[in-house]
C-alpha cells in the first residue's frame, strides 16, 4: 500500500511540474537594430508578444558594466538596470463559456515548418482526397476548435502552448447581414451619372442586395483562409483574426503584437557609439491574486555604430530648360522617412561636377584619400531644407549631393538625373515683411503678406425630404461602394460577366419628391492676417441683407422658390468698414433649381518658412514652419522669450504640387521685443477706465447726512420677522455663509449680512448656529458674531462652539448641515454665499423641519431652488445690494449708487448698440468685442 | 432571477453605506449619523493625505529643496502661511492679516479686468443684436433685448417701483422666473440620473442581478 | 498702530493695481509676475488648509472631553480619519490600496448617495413649486413643465399638434432655452459683474474691510 502511494505522489509531483511546463515561460529574444544614419546613439528594440501570454508589463533591461564604456557611471558593479517599462496591450481573457469555435466536423489540418528564428511557421489546410497521404506524412493533425479571444487560464493551462507564426481568418458567413446594404450617402456622381436619366432631380439612396458572386461565397459556408487567399472586403466583412488553432494535444497561438521601443540616448541611459551593450526583456504578470514574475528572455548584444549619413532616396531634380532652371527635392521615403529624425546630418551641399566628369568615381580608395570632393560648390543648405532651387543649369551639367554629419562624414550621392518639366508660374505673393509681433511677451515673430480674400462656396438642400420609391429591379442595375460609387446597368454593350465582384444589386431607388421651396447655405472662409483684422462676413442675398457676427462661418437662406439669385459677400472690418480690395469681395449666380454642392476653390501651392541668424550662410536656415496657401500669416514661436534674443532672418519659399518652388530672399533682420502694452485689449482698458471713475466719483462724494433712497428687498425687511418667530418658538437659529472661500465676493456679502443677524440674534436672545465649510470664513465669521454679540451688551451669550468648522468636501458638508437642522430643529435659516448642487438638499431639509427661510446667492443655476423651497430670496445682485444697504458705512450706499448709475449706463451703450447694429454700423458693436487672451 | 453576489467585501460595505443614507429620507436616525461621521472623517482624512504629500512636499517641499536656487522665493509665502495660521493664537491674529491682504488684494487685482471683460463687455456685445422684423427676429432678438434691459430696471435699488417704472421692472421679473423654470426643468433629468447611478450600483455591482 | 491697521491695506492696494495692471501687460517681465503670483497664491492656500484641519480636529476633540451631545460620533469621526491615515502609511496611496479603497467605498459612495438624494428633493421641490400662488410663480412652473418635457423624447410624441404646424414641445423648450433663458441669464450676469467690479474695488481701496477681522 506504501508503494501505491509513493507511485501516487510521485505521478502527482510529475503531472503539476508538467502543467508548469505547459507554457513557455520566457519571453522570444528581442531583435535587436542599430539605427542606420545616425550618430550612433539609438537602438531599435523589437519582439513578438504572442496573444495568450498573460502579462500586462514589459520591462527592457540593459546591462552596464561601469567600466571604460559608460562614462558616466560610477558603479563598478555589473549589473542588468530597467531602461524602460513598457505596458502592453494584452487581451484579458473572456469570461464566456465557449471563447471559441468548434471545428471538430470540419477536415482542417495543421502542421509546421521550423523557421530560422526560434518560431516555427504554422500552415492550416483542409483536407482533401488529393493531398491527404501527402499532409499527414508531414505529421499534420486535425484541428478541433479556433479561439477567437483568449480562454481565461485553466482552460490554457489544459494543454502545452506552442507560438507559431501564421495569419489566419475564420470566415462566418453572416447570412442575415448579406440581405440589404443601405449606404448613409451616395457619391456625387452617382447623381450627375443619372441627371440625365431621371425626370426627378435630387438626393438618391438605394436599396441593394450583394452580388450573385458574394452570394455563391456565402453558401460555401466555414472556412478557414490565409488573408492573401480572398478579397480585403470579404475578410473585413466575414471574417475574424483567429488567436489559436488547437488540436487535441496542443495549442498554437498564431496571434502576436510586435512591441518595439526606440531607445534613445538619454542621461540617466546614454548610448555612445562604438560601446558595446546588451540587453533583455522580462515579462511581468501582475494581475490579481497572481504575481508572477516570468523568467527573463535570453540576452542580444549590439555596438551601434555611428554611420555615414544616407542619401535621401527620394531626391529629384526637375529641370526647366527654358529658364535653366533647377529645382531639387530631398526627402526620405519609407523607412527611412520613419527614422529620419534621428540622423545626426548637419548639411546638404549641392556640387556640379566639372566639365567631361560622366560618371562619379566608384572605388572607395579613391573617395577617401580626396580631402575635398570634386566639383563646384553650388549651395549649401542645412538639413532641414526641403526644396533647393538653382539658376543657370545647362541641360548637360551633372549635379550631386554631398551630405556631412556631426563627425565629418561625408557620403555622396550619384549624379542626380533631370527630369524635364515645364516651370509653373509660382510667383511669390506681394508684401512680405517678417517683423517682431506686437502685443506679445518678446517670444514670437511674425510674417504676413499678400491682401485678404474671401473665399466662398454654396450648397442648395432641400429642407425635408419626403421619399418616393421605384422598384428597379426589371432594369437590373448594380451599384460600386468603391472610390468611384458609380452605377451600372446590364444592357448589350454591359453584360453581367462585367460586372465586377463587390458589386450589389440595386432593388429600389428612393428620390424624394420635389418641393418648391429650397433652403441655401453659404460656407465662407477668410483668408487674412492680424494686419486686416477681419471679423466676419456680411452677405446681401438678393439684397437681403445677413450679418455673422459670431463668425460661425455659415449663413443659412431658408424657404426660397426656384430660380436665379445673386450672393454678394463682403468682409467687415475689426474698425466696422468693409475691406477695400477687390479679393474681399464676392459676387456670385446660384442657381436654385436642383440640389448642389460647390467646392472652395483653394489654392493648391504651400509655403515653408525658413529662419536662420546669418543671410550669407544657408546652412544656418532651419524650416520652422508651414503655411497653407490660404493662409496670409505665419508665427513663428520661439516659446520661451529667452530663445528669441538677437537677430534672425526669415525665408519664404512658396512650393507648388508639382515641387516647383520660388524663394525669397533673406528678410529681416528682425529683432524680437517683448510689448509693453497690449494695445488689443485697449477697449477693456478704457471700460476700466471709465467704470472706475465713475464708481470713484459716487463713492467718493457722497453727502453725509444725505439720504437716499434705497427700494426695500424682501430678504432683507423680513429677518426680523424671521428671527421673531424663531424666538417666540425658543428654537436656534442658523446661518449658513455658504461654501465659497474669503475671496468669493458673494461670501464677503453674506458675513456682512452675518453681522446684521448676529446682531438682532444677541437683541433677542437666540441661539446662533453657524456650520462653515472654509476654515478663513469661520475664523472671519467668529470675529464677525463675537463683535456683533459685545456691541449689543451681551458677550456672555457668544458661543464659539457654534461657529464651527464642519468639513471641506461638498457632500460631507450637506450631509452634516441637514443632520443638525433636524436634530437642533432649527426655526430661521439663513443661506447666504456661494452655493453648488447641495443648495437644493439644504433648502428641502429646513423646508421639511417647517422653518422659515431667507436666501441669496448669484449664481443663476441654484436660484430656482431656493426660490421654490425658501421664503424669501435674494436674486444675484440684491445680495450684494444687502450688504451695502446694512452697512452703517456711507461709502458703501455710495457703492450702490455708484452700481445704479452704471447700470443705466449699460442701458444707454445698450440701447445704442441695438440701433448701430440694425443699421449696418459694425464699428460700435466690435468695440465690445474686445477679446482678452492670456 | 438569479444573484451573481459580489464578492469583494469593499462593494458591500458601500452598499450598507448607501442604504444608511437612504435612511434619511424616512428620518433622522443613528445609522445616518454613523454614514455623516464616517464621511467626514474619512473625506477629511483623505484630504489631509493627499494635502501632506501633494500639496505640502509636492508643490512646496520638493520645489524648494531640490531647485533652491531659482525658487528661494517660496519661502516669502510660506512665511504668509505661517502668519495666517498665527490666527489661533489670539494674542498675534494680527499678522495673519498680511497673507490675506495679499491674497484678497490680489486677487482683486486678478479679477478686475476679467470681471468688466466678460461680465459686462462681452454680455453687452451678445445683446448687441438688430432689430429684425421677421418672426425669427422677434422671437429672438427683440425678446433678448427687452428681457436685458427689463432685467436691468429690475436690478435698479435707487428708484420705487411705481408707475412705468414699476410696470417694466415687472416684466423683468417675468423673465427671471421663466428664466429660472427653464433651469429648474434643465437640471430636474439630470439629478434623477444620480439615483438611476445608485440603484444601478447595488443592483448590479453587488447583487449581481444586472448584466448590462 | 501702522503695522497693523495700515499696512495691510497698503498691501492690499498695490497688490490690486500691480495685478490689475499685470492684465495689460504682454511683455515677459509681465508674466513672471503672474507666475509668481499663482505659485505664492498656492503655498498661502497650502499652509491655511492647515488652519482647517486643526480647527476640526479641536472642534471634535473638545467635544468628547465635554461630552455634549452626540460626542460618540465625534469619536468615530476621528477614528476614521486616524484609519485613512493608517492605511495611507502601511498601503500607500495607489490604486486599489486600502486608502484609496476606503475612500471610495465609504466616502464617495456616501457623497454620491446624498447627491442622489437630491433626485427625491427635486420631487418635493417640484410639488412645492405647483402649489404657486402667483402669477409669477405659474409662469416659472410652466417654464420648469416645458423644458422637462421637452428634454424627453416624449415630449414629441405628445404633441399633437405639431401636425398642424404649430411647434411642438421640444421646439418650444428649445426657444426658451435660447431665448427669454438667455435674456434673465444676461441681466443676472450684468449685475453680477457690476457688483463684483464695485466689490473688488472696494476691497482694492480699503472700504470694504469684512476680511481682515475686527
Known sequence: MRRLWLVFVVLLILSLLQAEDTFPSKPLTPNLIDIPGDGGNNVYISWKHFATVPGIRYDILRYTTGKDYDKHRSTDEAKFEVITPLQVKTQLPVLEDEPYNDLSTYDFYIYTQSQENDVPKVIAVKLTDENRDSILALGAQKIVRVELEVPPREILDEIPNIFGEGAYYLILPDTLKANVYRPKSVAENVWEFYWSDLPYEGDLSLELKPSQKELDFIDKGVQLLLPGEIEQYYLFKYGKRIISLVTDSVRYTVKYDNISFLQRSSEENPIYPDSHYIYKVCLVQTWKPIKKVFMDSDTVGITPENEPPIIPNTLTALYDSTNNELVLRLSYSGFLNNIKTLFDNVSYSFYKAPEGMETMPVEEDSIEEESTPIGELLIKVSSTWKAVKLNDIKPNDNIFLVITDTIGQTTKSDFIPFNPVTAESLILPPNIIARDKSNDGGDQAILVWDYPELAVRYSVENPTPNLRTENVQERKLYWIPAQDGSLIEISDTIGLEEIPYEAQEVVNIIYPIPLDKLNIRVVYEMWSNEDDKALYGEFRFNDKRKVDKEYTGEMKFENIQPGTYTLIGRIVKKSGGLLKNPESKVEIEIPVNKIIATKFDKPDYYYAIYRGTDPEDLTTFRFVGKADGTDREFIDDFGDWKDAKGEFYYIVQVIGPSYWVARTEPLGPVHIKGNWFNFSKLPIFFAVFIFVAVALFFIYHIKKGREFYVRPIAGIVHIDEALGRATEMGRPIMYVAGLGWIGDIATICSLTILGKVASKAAEYQNRLIVPCYDPIVMIVAQETVKNAFMDAGRPDLYREEDIYYIAAAQFAYAAAVSGLMIREQTAANFFMGRFYAESLILAETGASTGAIQVAGTDDMTQLPFFLTACDYTLIGEELYAASAYLSKDPMQKGSLKAQDYLKALEMLLLIIGVAAATSGIYWFTNIFKAVGTE | ?212 | ?214
Not at chain 2, 96 to 111: D, E, I, K, Q
Open chain 2, 1 to 212: 432571477m438569479t444573484f451573481n453576489l459580489s464578492s469583494n467585501i469593499w462593494v458591500w460595505i458601500a452598499v450598507f453605506f448607501t442604504l444608511s443614507v437612504y435612511s434619511f429620507l424616512w428620518k433622522d436616525n443613528p445609522l445616518f449619523k454613523f454614514a455623516e461621521s464616517v464621511t467626514v472623517g474619512v473625506g477629511m482624512g483623505y484630504a489631509m493625505v493627499q494635502w501632506f504629500t501633494l500639496s505640502l512636499v509636492g508643490r512646496f517641499w520638493t520645489p524648494l529643496t531640490t531647485d533652491f536656487s531659482s525658487r528661494f522665493h517660496l519661502i516669502i509665502p510660506a512665511i504668509m502661511g505661517l502668519m495666517l495660521i498665527t490666527r489661533l493664537i489670539p494674542r498675534f491674529t494680527w499678522l495673519s492679516r498680511y497673507a490675506l491682504a495679499f491674497t484678497m488684494g490680489a486677487g482683486s487685482g486678478f479679477a478686475l479686468p476679467r470681471v468688466i471683460q466678460a461680465g459686462v463687455l462681452q454680455q453687452l456685445y451678445a445683446t448687441m443684436l438688430p432689430i429684425e422684423f421677421s418672426l425669427h427676429g422677434f422671437l429672438y432678438n427683440f425678446i433678448i433685448i427687452v428681457g436685458v434691459l427689463s432685467g436691468l430696471i429690475y436690478f435698479f435699488f435707487s428708484k420705487e417701483h411705481k408707475g412705468w417704472f414699476g410696470s417694466i421692472a415687472n416684466v423683468g421679473i417675468w423673465f427671471l422666473m421663466v428664466g429660472f423654470g427653464a433651469t429648474f426643468g434643465y437640471t430636474v433629468m439630470a439629478r434623477l440620473s444620480l439615483f438611476i447611478g445608485r440603484v444601478l450600483f447595488v443592483l448590479r455591482d453587488a447583487l449581481g442581478f444586472l448584466k448590462i
Open chain 3, 1 to 214: 498702530m501702522f503695522w497693523k491697521k495700515q499696512l495691510p491695506l497698503i498691501i492690499v492696494f498695490m497688490m490690486g493695481l500691480i495685478m490689475t495692471v499685470q492684465y495689460f501687460i504682454p511683455h515677459h517681465v509681465s508674466k513672471w509676475v503672474y507666475v509668481n503670483y499663482v505659485d505664492w497664491a498656492i503655498v498661502i492656500a497650502i499652509f491655511g488648509a492647515f488652519l482647517g484641519y486643526f480647527s476640526f480636529l479641536r472642534v471634535h476633540i473638545t467635544r468628547i472631553r465635554k461630552k455634549t451631545s452626540n460626542w460618540v460620533f465625534s469619536i468615530i469621526t476621528l477614528a476614521s480619519l486616524l484609519i485613512m491615515i493608517v492605511f495611507a502609511l502601511i498601503d500607500g496611496k495607489g490604486s486599489d490600496s486600502l486608502f484609496q479603497n476606503m475612500f471610495l467605498y465609504t466616502s464617495a459612495a456616501i457623497n454620491a448617495t446624498v447627491f442622489s438624494l437630491l433626485a427625491f428633493y427635486i420631487s418635493s421641490a417640484s410639488y412645492r413649486a405647483f402649489r404657486a400662488h402667483s402669477a409669477q410663480a405659474v409662469a416659472l412652473l410652466l417654464a420648469a413643465v416645458i423644458m422637462m418635457l421637452g428634454r424627453v423624447p416624449i415630449g414629441d410624441k405628445i404633441s399633437f399638434w405639431s401636425a398642424w404646424g404649430i411647434p411642438s414641445i421640444n421646439t418650444v423648450s428649445q426657444w426658451i432655452l435660447n431665448s427669454p433663458n438667455m435674456a434673465a441669464k444676461r441681466a443676472i450676469a450684468l449685475g453680477v459683474g457690476l457688483g463684483s467690479l464695485l466689490m473688488t474695488l472696494k476691497i482694492i481701496l480699503g472700504i470694504e474691510r469684512t476680511y481682515l477681522g475686527n
